[in-house]
């Protein structure tokens, strides 16, 4: 332990960003144990991020003199938080250390991890860094055997990455390829490719439980799960579904028109407050429709003119 000191007072918040049992090894070859975090720092090779949030990106720059690179040829473009290099060969790992890290749990949501993914597939462009490299296990920065630099001690915001990366949102969204499904790339894909199947498989389960829909999605990410390198675990999984879940059975017509018409039986067998007052304060587009349907206009024109439900017209021109 005494040995690591002077590396962890480098980096005070390095220690206290790692998962609470990370994976760590000194051979890679020999494979990855998981041991409580006081062990695990002493160890060569650790994992920098939890599964459920990610304080780091990391970049695999496989190539010699890398810190030569970084500080004299890459001029203009953020620098990373610290680098542990190979003494012999130059070769090392970026960090890019986030104030705020992106989260992953089946809670998150998908348009950070979308411009999370952009910003770290555009680092990768930039540092020519090695894109096999999925993130998961790291040279530990605080070990002995690792040269280490700290070049920034400020973390970073995502906003602030992206805008010195010109990323906008309409690039963060663009759908990845499935050999772009590492790290928060498998996210990014299985949400996107998951998304255009639902936007038609969902007229399926008209007149059927939500739950069979929302079953029916999480079934086939984790068909798309099973295709990718690194399979994610399966609460990340559940959640993107939900999204996705929730979404399409909003927007498909026939389910929010299902939903228009359940708050309208619910208003009129209530026969509360509420609905008196939404009566009085629908009484003048009511008084509108009539007018409009007695000039011919079509029911459905008039729906579209008073922003309400063509039902909700048919509704109003039967009380008159």
């Known amino acids: 332990m005494n040995k690591i000191q002077p590396q962890l007072e480098l980096f005070p918040s390095f220690i206290g960003n790692l998962p609470t049992k990370p994976y760590c090894t000194n051979d890679l070859a020999t494979g990855l144990k998981i041991r409580p975090k006081n062990s ?8 920098p991020n939890s599964p459920f949030y990610q304080h780091y990106f990391v970049l695999d720059l496989d ?5 030569s690179e970084i500080l004299y040829s890459l001029d203009g473009i953020p620098m990373p938080n610290f680098v542990a290099e190979t003494p012999n060969s130059g070769r090392l790992h970026a960090f890019f250390e986030l104030k705020t890290p992106i989260y992953t749990t089946d809670a998150s949501r998908q348009k950070p991890i979308m411009l999370a993914n952009a910003v770290y597939l555009r680092l990768q462009q930039l540092f020519g860094s090695d894109v096999g490299y999925s993130g998961l296990i790291s040279k530990n920065p605080i070990h002995e055997q690792w ?6 001690k400020k973390p970073y915001t995502l906003t602030e990455l992206s805008s010195k990366l010109d990323i906008d949102w309409q690039e963060a969204k663009k759908p990845p390829k499935q050999h772009e499904a590492i790290g928060l790339g498998r996210n990014c ?6 998304r255009f199947w639902a936007y038609k498989a969902v007229r399926e389960y008209r007149g059927k439980a939500y739950n069979n829909w929302l079953q029916a999605v999480i079934d086939h990410c984790l068909k798309l799960n099973e295709g990718i390198t690194e399979p994610m675990q399966y609460n990340e999984i559940r959640g993107i ?3 996705i879940s929730r979404y399409c059975w909003k927007k498909d017509a026939y389910h929010y028109q299902e939903f228009i018409d359940r708050q309208s039986r619910k208003g009129r067998l209530g026969g509360v407050k509420g609905g008196l007052i939404r009566s009085a304060k629908y009484e003048e587009l009511r008084i509108k ?5 007695k000039k011919n206009i079509s029911k459905s024109q008039i729906a579209i003119n008073l922003n309400v439900s063509r039902r909700t017209v048919i509704r109003w021109l039967d009380d008159k």
């Open 40 to 47: 695990a720092i002493s160890f060569k090779y650790i994992q």
């Open 63 to 67: 190539y010699e003199s890398a810190m």
């Open 147 to 152: 040269r280490t630099y700290s070049l920034r």
């Open 189 to 194: 894909y299985i949400f996107h490719t998951a």
């Open 241 to 243: 579904a939900k999204s």
């Open 289 to 293: 429709a009539n007018e409009m349907f």
